[in-house]
């Protein structure tokens, strides 16, 4: 596979838009760990090779369990993960698959229950982010595996 371009170089205002609204997402007081597996999740439904390879990379590298990651696709039957984040996977869910779910409202009442509104605004940001990521990584075939969490942190994405 040969990724179609670099949307970094190309469009690199466009880029930094993006990035903007992951840093938004960083700084948002979410925890970390449900960041990750949010963006697992949703990358997994989209089938984006290059952001499960980076997730999933970050993910370990912050303490994540392999076993977490691998069960991640069936978490409704894994005992693994707590109310918040599978309340938080069903909303990632919802709105990763919005043309089938349009965000059902009783998805809605579970994740208010965990979240408050601020923290509801957070995460839907941070599902907006890896859907647009997603999309872009697919779109221009960004090619997986060489993507180094400690690299990646050095250059602050």
């Known amino acids: 596979m040969e990724s179609r371009l670099d949307p970094k170089k190309v469009g690199s205002s466009a880029y930094k838009a993006m990035y903007g609204l992951e840093l938004y997402v960083k700084n948002s007081g979410l925890e970390a760990p449900l960041i990750e597996l949010v963006k697992m999740r949703a990358s997994q439904i989209n089938g984006c090779a290059f952001c499960l390879d980076m997730h999933s990379k970050d993910a370990r590298a912050a303490g994540e369990s392999e076993q977490r990651l691998y069960l991640l696709n069936a978490w409704r039957e894994s005992p693994f993960y707590s109310d918040r984040e599978r309340a938080a996977l069903a909303w990632t869910e919802?709105?990763?698959?919005?043309?089938?779910?349009?965000?059902?409202?009783?998805?809605?009442?579970?994740?208010?229950?965990?979240?408050?509104?601020?923290?509801?605004?957070?995460?839907?940001?941070?599902?907006?982010?890896?859907?647009?990521?997603?999309?872009?990584?697919?779109?221009?075939?960004?090619?997986?595996?060489?993507?180094?969490?400690?690299?990646?942190?050095?250059?602050?994405?």
């Open 94 to 157: 919802a709105l990763t698959l919005i043309a089938d779910t349009h965000a059902p409202d009783d998805v809605y009442e579970e994740v208010r229950k965990f979240f408050t509104e601020e923290e509801l605004v957070s995460l839907t940001m941070a599902i907006v982010t890896i859907n647009g990521w997603n999309r872009i990584s697919i779109g221009f075939r960004a090619v997986p595996g060489t993507y180094q969490p400690s690299a990646h942190a050095t250059k602050g994405a």
